[in-house]
């Protein structure tokens, strides 16, 4: 019978889920961890592929942008760095204090 999140096997193999799961309870309190759990339990196969899709755009166009040498301060990759935060933010808004350094 499949779970809901199944399609993590896609990704990890059994090692690499335990070890993240160690990271988790090393990195997480347990109130933390359970909002974080709480907030990935309806997350599908399909909602990795669109977040993967949209991570592996942004590498493509900093690997573009450093290639050409463009300006860190350029609108191009201004934009680009708006982007990125706005990807964090899909999963670092769920908990705040987790941005900050």
Do not use: C
């Amino acid at each position: 019978m499949n779970t809901p999140n199944d399609w993590v096997n896609n990704y990890l193999t059994p090692e690499e889920q335990q070890k993240m799961a160690e990271l988790s309870r090393q990195s997480y309190s347990p109130a933390a961890a359970q909002k974080i759990a709480q907030w990935g339990q309806n997350w599908t196969g399909e909602d990795q592929q669109r977040v993967s899709q949209q991570w592996n755009a942004v590498f493509a166009e900093l690997k573009r942008l450093a290639v050409e040498g463009k300006d860190p301060a350029s609108p191009e990759a201004q934009a680009l760095a708006r982007q990125h935060q706005e990807l964090v933010q899909q999963f670092t808004g769920v908990m705040p204090k987790s941005r900050q350094a």
